[in-house]
């Protein structure tokens, strides 16, 4: 396996793992976990999308 396809691998576990976070805090009604989850989920996604497209662009020229 590339090594870049092992860090979208981890970046979309670690979507996973928060998007399941967010489903304890809603059991353990905490907004707190649940607030951090969320963030998570949007810098976990964010960095793939954004690594994703680099790896693209690059590979074009």
Same mark, same amino acid.
């Given at each position: 396996m590339k090594?870049?396809?092992?860090? @979208?691998?981890?970046?979309?576990? +670690?979507t996973v793992f928060c998007i399941m976070i967010i489903g304890v805090a809603i059991a353990e009604r905490s907004v707190l976990i649940?607030? @951090?989850?969320?963030?998570?989920? +949007?810098?976990?996604?964010?960095?793939?999308?954004?690594l994703k497209k680099r790896a693209r662009e690059s590979s074009e020229i």
């Open positions: 090594k870049e396809n092992l860090l @979208f691998l981890l970046l979309a576990s +670690i649940a607030c @951090f989850a969320f963030i998570g989920i +949007i810098v976990a996604m964010g960095l793939g999308f954004t």
